[in-house]
């Protein structure tokens, strides 16, 4: 059974940075495309980046970008998110999810991590 399991939240203060992981376990590491969803407390689930695995073309959403950059580790099978310069509306749960469809989209992941709570303090 394949599963996301995020690690590297925590709290910090503002302009500090955190990196987030994201470990692939189980046989399949095939997904098409692989992101970073967040939620707030009180707000709906957002996508804040989305990378194509075999093309590694990256897709940021307005509010992370220059501050936030995806990367994977095909050999490690990990997602990883690095986020620097955070903010206290960065405060979240951080997701992970993959889908093995052409594009990442909030309703269209096949397999969600658990996720990993973000708390910036001003």
């Known amino acids: 059974q394949v599963q996301l399991v995020e690690s590297g939240g925590g709290s910090v203060q503002a302009g500090g940075s955190l990196r987030l992981s994201c470990a692939v376990s189980g046989y399949t590491y095939n997904y098409d495309c692989m992101g970073w969803f967040r939620q707030a407390p009180g707000k709906e689930r957002e996508g804040v980046v989305y990378i194509y695995r075999r093309s590694g073309s990256t897709t940021y959403a307005d509010s992370a970008k220059g501050r936030f950059t995806i990367s994977q580790d095909n050999a490690k099978k990990t997602l990883y998110l690095q986020m620097n310069s955070l903010k206290p509306e960065d405060t979240a749960m951080y997701y992970c999810?993959?889908?093995?469809?052409?594009?990442?989209?909030?309703?269209?992941?096949?397999?969600w991590g658990k996720g990993t709570l973000v708390t910036i303090a001003s």
């Open positions: 999810a993959a889908t093995y469809a052409r594009s990442c989209s909030l309703q269209g992941m096949d397999i």
